[in-house]
């Protein structure tokens, strides 16, 4: 072979490659992502008959998958078999149209949501496979169930938990804004339940505790494009800011807009967290290299921290918290400060996960407060939850109830042996 006709033959293959490659980067899925050059990926419908999951695909085939609430499995079949037995299916091809894309899936003849319990819906939501990139579809759903929340039960949100912890475990390569406050807006539903139904879901599984590491675990996944992320709903705000000189940190602050009256007077202080310049100080140069971010959440109600006991906490109001990375931040050289909107009776406290059972209570440790004008200041030696607890709150009427228990034990004693 001379080297002309081999410079020939070497044109021709990385023309035919060159092709090979437009054709992959067609719509894969109609999901909006990119997909093999001949397969539809993965993915999952959501309509008002529910959620489908649709298997990876090659071109021209047919898929078929049954109707989300009319599935009953033939005796021989597993979870995700085609193979099912009185149930009414919908069929979906993989067509191709300058690369490979979903068709459409004809699900009219399934029974609608609306004549299917919320239960049996989230339960079904629970079983759901998140593939990559359609969290947010699950997200979606998951706020839609949760959007009447007075009437949520125990079951309910014990499935609803465990949605979000799919959720979670689907984005751990990392997770948008859109996701993010699609997530946030459910949670905010959430938090709407009834107090008993928070207890008894953190008293059963710890579901309420289970939803706030979720919140600080999805915030470390969101992408960072822009440098900052807000998230704003009802009930709980977020706000996840990146951190690109760890060497030269110049501190932080988070303080969350509160809504305006009509006269434009200033609203009042919600709550407002500052990180100190040397907040890294005590860091390995391993653990400085872990961090890229600082995420914020201002929960408006203290509603998702629940001891799991009957009396519960009352009136705790706001819940601040403030987290840097997956790096734990205690014993720091100056402290993190916390202003709340002043309020007679209150101390300064933060949630412990580890009290009560591993159930979770409020604790002073390592927080002194500072009382101001117009505010309560807490200094605290650590990153975690905040907040006002009321002095007759329930991790006081629990102690005073020990104390009170202790001594009239001790009087009885005295009694018997005097």
């Not at 969350?256 to 310049?277: C, H, M, N, Q, V």
């Not at 109001?317 to 202003?339: E, F, N, R």
Request: net charge negative; charged share 25%.
């Amino acid at each position: 072979m001379n080297r002309f006709t081999f410079l020939v033959l070497m044109v021709v293959v990385v023309a035919v490659q060159g092709n090979g490659n437009q054709g992959g980067g067609g719509r894969g899925g109609g999901g909006g992502g990119r997909g093999p050059p001949n397969r539809c990926r993965a993915e999952i419908t959501f309509d008002d008959k529910g959620i489908i999951q649709w298997p990876s695909a090659k071109i021209g085939d047919t898929k078929t998958r049954p109707c989300p609430y009319d599935r009953r499995q033939a005796d021989s079949g597993e979870e995700g078999d085609d193979e099912m037995t009185n149930a009414t299916m919908v069929t979906r091809e993989c067509l191709d149209d300058n690369g490979p894309m979903w068709g459409p899936a004809n699900t009219s003849e399934c029974t609608p949501d609306s004549q299917v319990s919320r239960g049996n819906r989230l339960n079904h939501l629970r079983g759901t496979f998140i593939p990559p990139g359609q969290a947010k579809k699950v997200a979606d759903a998951l706020s839609e169930l949760t959007a009447d929340a007075d009437g949520l039960e125990e079951g309910d949100l014990t499935s609803a938990v465990d949605v979000y912890d799919n959720i979670l475990e689907s984005s751990e390569n990392g997770t948008d804004r859109d996701t993010l406050k699609s997530a946030m807006k459910g949670i905010g539903n959430i938090m709407k339940a009834r107090r008993e139904t928070l207890r008894a879901s953190q008293k059963s599984n710890r579901g309420a505790g289970r939803l706030i590491e979720f919140v600080e675990d999805i915030s470390r996944l969101v992408s960072l494009e822009n440098g900052t992320v807000n998230i704003v709903e009802d009930g709980i705000d977020v706000r996840v800011e990146a951190i690109e000189n760890v060497e030269n940190f110049e501190g932080l602050s988070f303080s969350p807009e509160a809504d305006g009256d009509e006269t434009g007077d200033s609203p009042p202080l919600k709550a407002k967290i500052d990180l100190p310049e040397t907040l890294f100080s005590k860091l390995t140069p391993e653990q400085r290299a872990l961090i890229d971010r600082a995420q914020f959440t201002l929960y408006e109600s203290d509603a998702l921290f629940q001891t799991g006991d009957e009396e519960g906490s009352e009136d705790v109001g706001p819940v601040i918290s403030a987290s840097v990375g997956d790096v734990p931040l205690q014993d720091l050289d100056d402290p993190v400060t916390i202003a709340f909107e002043k309020k007679e009776g209150r101390h300064c406290a933060y949630w412990d996960f580890g009290k009560n059972d591993g159930n979770g209570d409020w604790s002073t440790a390592g927080c002194e407060r500072v009382v101001a004008d117009d505010e309560i200041m807490c200094k605290c030696s650590h990153l975690t939850n905040f907040a006002l607890v009321p002095d007759s709150g329930a991790s006081s009427q629990r102690a005073a109830f020990g104390a009170s228990l202790f001594g009239v034990l001790m009087s009885l004693l005295l009694v018997y042996l005097y």
